[in-house]
């Protein structure tokens, strides 16, 4: 995983991937698969995987099986 810092601008690191992933499962939910070609052209596996496990641990998604879910705001309270 790569963070923002003196050697990696925002652009290179995780962080800026978050961005491509939410807007896409914020409207649909995705099979881990499909979901990656969606966003292969702007993204390595490497940095989807490392976005996912990210964005799992902050709980901006959730996973049934191989589908990915977007928490929104509803589902948390």
């Known amino acids: 995983m790569k963070f923002p810092n003196k050697i990696n601008s ?5 962080i800026s991937k978050f961005p491509i992933i939410l807007k896409k499962v914020s409207v ?3 099979n ?3 979901l990656y070609k969606e966003v292969k ?3 390595t596996i490497k ?9 799992f641990a902050l709980k901006k998604i959730i996973m049934y099986g ?3 879910h ?4 509803d589902f948390l309270r």
Not at 10 to 14: A, I, P, V
Not at 47 to 55: G, M, P, R, T
């Open 10 to 14: 925002y652009k290179e690191s995780t």
């Open 28 to 30: 649909q939910d995705y």
């Open 32 to 34: 881990v698969l499909d």
């Open 41 to 43: 052209s702007k993204m």
């Open 47 to 55: 940095e989807y995987e490392d976005s996912l496990v990210c964005l």
């Open 66 to 68: 191989e589908v990915i």
């Open 70 to 73: 977007y928490v929104g705001w």
